[in-house]
């Protein structure tokens, strides 16, 4: 399966961005999907994650009640709502596909090739 991912940007503290991963080539629902990032001179985290069919979702702790993941089958899209974003947000956000939820990065077999949202103070 091939990802794109898209919406980042900048903003300010405080703001909101919505990022989107759209999937093709294989079907999507067959994959739990993933959203990591990874700012400069630190190793890619996890950030949330939504099993196949958007029945579970995880986060992590530095992003609970600031990020919604959700995801369309039909549109082939996962979704990352990002509010109320702080400077730390700072990363270039990866999606990742995998056969089942988890927080693990090596769980996942297909990877987007990241788009950078950047948080100004």
């Known amino acids: 399966v091939q990802l794109q991912a898209s919406g980042g940007g900048l903003v300010q503290a405080g703001g909101s961005l919505r990022l989107s991963c759209e999937a093709s080539?294989?079907?999507?629902?067959?994959?739990?999907m993933g959203w990591f990032r990874q700012a400069p001179g630190k190793e890619r985290e996890f950030v949330a994650g939504?099993?196949?069919?958007?029945?579970?979702?995880t986060y992590a702790d530095s992003v609970k009640g600031r990020f919604t993941i959700s995801r369309d089958n039909a549109k082939n899209t996962v979704y990352l709502q990002m509010n109320s974003l702080k400077p730390e947000d700072t990363a270039v956000y990866y999606c990742?596909?995998?056969?089942?939820?988890?927080?693990?990065?090596?769980?996942?077999?297909?990877w987007g090739q990241g788009t950078l949202v950047t948080v100004s103070s």
């Open positions: 990742a596909a995998g056969a089942v939820l988890t927080d693990r990065a090596k769980s996942y077999d297909y």
């Open positions: 939504i099993s196949r069919y958007g029945s579970s979702t």
């Open positions: 080539g294989r079907t999507f629902s067959y994959y739990a």
